[in-house]
């Protein structure tokens, strides 16, 4: 049976909500809102996402997907997170538009061909392996296309003098993201300060 827009706002209130008393990581609103307006400028008709979590995210950008055979794919390490994503999925009836899959992204992404290229690369999974994440998807980025990072300000940490242990590696790798992405002829970036930082990366050129 057809789903009414009231019935998956609903639904998609209740994920949310869910989500958030359960403590599982899901983008912020103002960064959301921020890469809606993207997706409505862009027009994506592939979109990869690496970190699924609850399907929260995958779920709000298949609003904005165009064009025929129009798809996310959604990759997702953790076997809790890719059942549920799943079942929020499932009770939105977007089984054709949203893929996920249960593996880890650092592998899977070098798995898919040059050929399979999108409009948009969504990272938002282990900060200490988004320079991994990054080169992957230059590749696999549609010239023109753009690259999304969120979570780069690190609750303040990638901008700070920040030096602890506990999240040493993962800020230092951040950093080195932000330095990359300006310094990489293949790009044209920024980054924003809304949420907890959006990395905004444009694919100029591929080598």
Avoid: C, W
Avoid at 122 to 129: E, S
Avoid at 186 to 207: C, F, P, Y
């Amino acid at each position: 049976m057809e789903m009414n827009i009231l019935d998956k706002e609903e639904i998609l209130k209740n994920i949310k909500e869910e989500a958030l008393n359960n403590h599982v990581p899901i983008i912020e609103d103002e960064s959301l809102d921020l890469i809606l307006t993207i997706l409505k400028i862009k027009k994506p008709n592939k979109i990869l996402e690496i970190g699924t979590a609850v399907g929260y995210s995958a779920i709000n950008f298949s609003k904005y997907l165009y064009g025929e055979n129009a798809k996310i794919k959604t990759v997702e390490i953790k076997e809790s997170m890719y059942n549920k994503a799943m079942e929020n999925i499932s009770s939105m009836n977007l089984e054709d538009k949203i893929e996920v899959v249960y593996a880890d992204a650092t592998e899977y992404m070098k798995q898919i061909p040059d050929s399979e290229q999108y409009d948009i690369v969504f990272i938002d999974a282990a900060k200490g392996q988004y320079l991994v994440f990054l080169e992957e998807a230059i590749r696999l980025t549609k010239v023109g296309g753009i690259i999304i990072a969120d979570n780069m300000l690190y609750r303040g940490r990638t901008l700070s003098d920040y030096n602890e242990h506990k999240h040493r590696t993962a800020t230092n790798r951040l950093r080195e993201y932000l330095k990359i992405m300006k310094e990489d002829k293949r790009l044209d970036s920024t980054l924003i300060k809304i949420g907890d930082g959006l990395a905004i990366s444009i694919v100029n050129k591929k080598s």
